[in-house]
T-cell receptor, first 111, second 115 residues
């Protein structure tokens, strides 16, 4: 069965600092992996997705994620945080059939 | 191009009542999935509709039912509401026939409060 674990329910960084949000997956088949962002009182917006074409995936708003099969990880990074990045971030496994979500990581950005 | 739309945005019901939520998929998408997001949790898959049939179902009781119309729009119905049904209900659409790697695009959600 597929599952996704997000380490750290809350992450706080200063504006301009590196953002690192952790995600580990468990899957018996090659996974499709996604990162979504949710701003307060809104739905989910796709940041990026991995579909086995390339291990380093670039997304919107300067975010990227690297698929590491040996570590079963798909961590999300951004070199320099901006105040507007404050939101809830969800890692998900699956595809167009159904998505399995992690519990989410709330990112706070301090000036 | 309109994205996924949902109505209503907010809803308040009392225990035991029934509720219907509506979703219109993104243009060109024929598959609709529904998710429940409880406060502080990640979304949980309820079910998916394709070609007006329920194609997959998550671990939700039969009180949760759905429908897909010929224009691909969808409804989620919940009967005999419980306090625990209070959540944000998200609809997502995708081009279902083209493969698992396709992305699901989400609507803004309907926030349901059961008193």
């Amino acid at each position: 069965a597929q599952s996704v674990t997000q380490l750290g329910s809350h992450v706080s960084v200063s504006e301009g600092a590196l953002v690192l949000l952790r995600c580990n997956y468990s899957s018996s088949v090659p996974p499709y992996l996604f990162w979504y962002v949710q701003y307060p009182n809104q739905g989910l917006q796709l940041l990026l997705k991995y579909t086995s074409a390339a291990t380093l995936v670039k997304g919107i708003n300067g975010f990227e994620a690297e698929f590491k099969k040996s570590e079963t990880s798909f961590h999300l990074t951004k070199p320099s945080a901006h105040m507007s990045d404050a939101a809830e971030y969800f890692c998900a496994s699956g595809g167009s059939d159904k998505l399995i979500f992690g519990t989410g990581t709330r990112l706070q950005v301090f000036p | 191009d309109a994205g996924v739309t949902q109505s209503p945005t907010h809803l308040i019901k009392t225990r035991g009542q029934q509720v219907t939520l509506r979703c219109s998929p993104k243009s060109g998408h024929d598959t609709v999935s529904w998710y429940q997001q409880a406060l502080g949790q990640g979304p949980q898959f309820i079910f998916q509709y394709y070609e007006e049939e329920e194609r997959q179902r998550g671990n939700f009781p039969d009180r949760f039912s759905g429908h897909q119309f010929p224009n691909y729009s969808s409804e989620l119905n919940v009967n005999a509401l419980l306090l625990g049904d209070s959540a944000l209900y998200l609809c997502a659409s995708s081009p279902g026939a083209t493969g698992r790697q396709e992305t699901q695009y989400f609507g803004p959600g309907t926030r349901l409060l059961v008193l």
